[in-house]
């Protein structure tokens, strides 16, 4: 339990601490160990280079002195090294054992095969590397030639390498004393990266604490975090913008149905009323009925619009079909010309060729209805409403025009809202609800609405819809 923690925190923070560590103590080991073997090849490269510097020395003092001269001389120095650290040995040019100064440790250095002949071949020193039982470091050891008018010897030179092999004990010493701290360090450092680079992270969550507890106007202050925890910040400031705007939307929204509502059954509570407490005769109960009726009607219409705003607005792609848009407005138009008739309205449509779109046959005669009902609930007796059509590549734009009391500039960017009414046309029954219902619609089709209007010439709404490919 406690080794899974701390093999696999549940932090970011613990996370990138563990694995900058992990990392960095492996580039380390890496490091250290190729630092290692340059020095132990430095080491051995300086013995050999030091071991031919010896072989011409000792030639040179052989051609100005002489062997025994020589002899003497190597008899001294491996006395002053100590006879284990160094050995010479003196050959005849066949390779004829003749000196050798072997304290006994040296006993098992078997000479190496054919190295007089190997020599007169090469030309060159022979060196290479030994293992011997009686000492504890390896040698290194060498061969070479003396030569001079009066004739040539052999010399073998070996050499303990325990003074490499101390230096690199000290150097493994220092590391083993160093690397613990070495990594003690790194994950000091990358604790203190990781929480450094995560307190905007931090920020981000305190923030998110205080709004759900209530603060809802909190917002992250930007600092100079980096560049990915500042557009984190400034994505979740905008992204809490635009969930307070929703959420005064739809307290907004409340508001209206709860008054649109409050209307209605207050005159149903007053008719209800009226009918319980005074006498009338029958033709009176009727009126009152029908009254309650209308209201009823009023409530539903609201209702239902809501109810489809909200299908509407999950998606009607489900439910679609290929659709004869032309059809669809002749049948709207057949509709409404009862109504357009007794409101005294011209109403007529231009578009004769056929129109084939995917849609929902029933919410694209919603759409149509409720902007030919707006053409001709908000013209004036003697208007005309006009509906004609224009292909524009692969849409096909749909433009209802009428010549009623125009919307002001200032209420055209409004009237895509739900429960939006333009003070001109508060004296006419309405809910709000149509534009945003048709406008839902559209878009649910891939398409769009616009308009175009001025006050007392007239309104052209304009639907654009993707035609059938
Ligand atoms: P509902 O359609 O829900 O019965 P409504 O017609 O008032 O009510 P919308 O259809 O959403 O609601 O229209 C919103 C407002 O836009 C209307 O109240 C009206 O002020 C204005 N409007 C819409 N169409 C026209 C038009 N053709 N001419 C003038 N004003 C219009
Ligand atoms: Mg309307």
Same mark, same amino acid.
Request: charged share 20%; net charge negative; aromatic share 6%.
């Given at each position: 339990?406690?080794?899974?923690?701390?093999?696999?925190?549940?932090?970011?923070?613990?996370?990138?601490?563990?694995?900058? +560590?992990?990392?960095?103590?492996?580039?380390?080991?890496?490091?250290?160990?190729?630092?290692?073997?340059?020095?132990?090849?430095?080491?051995?490269?300086?013995?050999?280079?030091?071991?031919?510097?010896?072989?011409?020395?000792?030639?040179?003092?052989? *051609?100005?002195? /002489?062997?025994? $001269?020589?002899? *003497?001389?190597?008899?001294?120095?491996?006395?002053?090294?100590? %006879?284990?650290?160094?050995?010479?040995?003196?050959?005849?040019?066949?390779?004829?054992?003749?000196?050798?100064?072997?304290?006994?440790?040296?006993?098992?250095?078997?000479?190496?095969?054919?190295?007089?002949?190997?020599?007169?071949?090469?030309?060159?020193?022979?060196?290479?590397?030994?293992?011997?039982?009686?000492?504890?470091?390896?040698?290194?050891?060498?061969?070479?030639?003396?030569?001079?008018?009066?004739?040539?010897?052999?010399?073998?030179? %070996?050499?303990?390498?325990?003074?490499?092999?101390?230096?690199?004990?000290?150097?493994?010493?220092? !590391?083993?004393?160093?690397?613990?701290?070495?990594?003690?360090?790194?994950?000091?450092?990358?604790?203190?990266?990781?929480?450094?680079?995560?307190?905007?992270?931090?920020?981000?969550?305190?923030? %998110?604490?205080?709004?759900?507890?209530? &603060?809802?106007?909190?917002?992250?202050?930007?600092?100079?975090?980096?560049?990915?925890?500042?557009?984190?910040?400034?994505? =979740?400031?905008?992204?809490?913008?635009?969930?307070?705007?929703?959420?005064?939307?739809?307290?907004?929204?409340?508001?209206?149905?709860?008054?649109?509502?409050?209307?209605?059954?207050?005159?149903?509570?007053?008719? #209800?009323? +009226?009918?319980?407490?005074?006498?009338?005769?029958?033709?009176?109960?009727?009126?009152? #009925?029908?009254?309650?009726?209308?209201?009823?009607?009023?409530?539903?219409?609201?209702?239902? +619009?809501?109810?489809?705003?909200?299908?509407?607005? &999950?998606?009607? &792609? &489900?439910?679609?079909?290929?659709?004869?848009?032309?059809?669809?407005?002749?049948?709207?138009?057949?509709?409404?010309?009862?109504?357009?008739?007794?409101?005294?309205?011209?109403?007529? /449509?231009?578009?004769?060729?056929?129109?084939?779109?995917?849609?929902?046959?029933?919410?694209?005669?919603?759409?149509?209805?409720?902007?030919?009902?707006?053409?001709?609930?908000?013209?004036?007796?003697?208007?005309?409403?006009?509906?004609?059509?224009?292909?524009?590549?692969?849409?096909?734009?749909?433009?209802?025009?009428?010549?009623?009391?125009?919307?002001?500039? $200032?209420?055209?960017?409004?009237? =895509?809202?739900? =429960?939006?009414?333009?003070?001109?046309?508060?004296?006419?029954?309405?809910?709000?609800?149509?534009?945003?219902?048709?406008? %839902?619609?559209?878009?649910?089709?891939?398409?769009?609405?616009?308009?175009?209007?001025? !006050?007392?010439?007239?309104?052209?709404?304009?639907?654009?819809?993707?035609?059938?490919?």
């Amino acid at each position: 339990m406690f080794l899974n923690a701390i093999l696999k925190p549940r932090s970011l923070a613990g996370r990138l601490t563990l694995w900058y +560590t992990l990392v960095s103590t492996f580039l380390f080991t890496v490091a250290i160990g190729v630092i290692y073997l340059l020095i132990a090849t430095v080491l051995l490269n300086q013995v050999d280079s030091d071991l031919v510097e010896d072989i011409a020395e000792f030639n040179d003092i052989y *051609r100005e002195r /002489s062997i025994v $001269e020589l002899w *003497r001389q190597l008899q001294t120095e491996a006395a002053a090294d100590g %006879a284990d650290q160094i050995l010479f040995r003196l050959y005849t040019e066949q390779g004829d054992l003749l000196r050798s100064t072997d304290d006994g440790t040296w006993d098992d250095l078997e000479p190496l095969e054919n190295f007089a002949l190997t020599l007169r071949a090469d030309n060159e020193p022979l060196i290479n590397g030994i293992h011997l039982q009686d000492h504890e470091f390896p040698a290194r050891t060498i061969y070479g030639t003396l030569t001079d008018t009066n004739g040539s010897y052999i010399i073998q030179i %070996a050499e303990s390498l325990e003074e490499r092999a101390d230096i690199l004990e000290i150097f493994r010493l220092a !590391v083993l004393i160093c690397f613990p701290f070495l990594i003690l360090l790194s994950l000091m450092a990358a604790w203190l990266m990781a929480k450094t680079s995560l307190s905007g992270v931090q920020k981000v969550t305190d923030t %998110a604490i205080d709004i759900s507890n209530g &603060a809802l106007g909190e917002r992250v202050s930007l600092t100079d975090q980096g560049l990915e925890i500042d557009r984190l910040a400034a994505t =979740f400031n905008s992204m809490l913008d635009k969930i307070q705007l929703l959420i005064r939307g739809m307290r907004e929204m409340n508001d209206n149905i709860a008054h649109d509502l409050k209307s209605p059954l207050a005159r149903i509570r007053g008719i #209800a009323e +009226t009918t319980l407490t005074g006498s009338h005769d029958e033709s009176q109960y009727q009126q009152l #009925a029908g009254s309650t009726i209308e209201e009823c009607d009023r409530l539903l219409h609201l209702i239902n +619009t809501m109810l489809d705003l909200a299908e509407t607005e &999950a998606g009607l &792609a &489900a439910s679609m079909e290929v659709v004869n848009l032309t059809e669809l407005i002749d049948d709207a138009c057949e509709l409404y010309q009862a109504l357009a008739v007794q409101s005294d309205i011209e109403l007529g /449509s231009k578009v004769d060729q056929d129109l084939i779109i995917d849609g929902n046959k029933q919410f694209l005669q919603r759409l149509i209805g409720n902007l030919l009902d707006n053409a001709i609930k908000y013209t004036s007796a003697g208007g005309k409403v006009t509906i004609d059509h224009k292909v524009c590549g692969k849409d096909v734009l749909i433009r209802i025009a009428d010549t009623g009391m125009g919307i002001r500039q $200032e209420d055209l960017a409004n009237i =895509f809202e739900r =429960f939006y009414r333009c003070d001109l046309s508060r004296s006419k029954p309405g809910t709000g609800l149509g534009l945003s219902l048709a406008l %839902a619609i559209a878009k649910a089709h891939w398409g769009n609405i616009s308009v175009q209007s001025i !006050v007392a010439e007239g309104t052209q709404f304009t639907i654009t819809l993707p035609l059938r490919a």
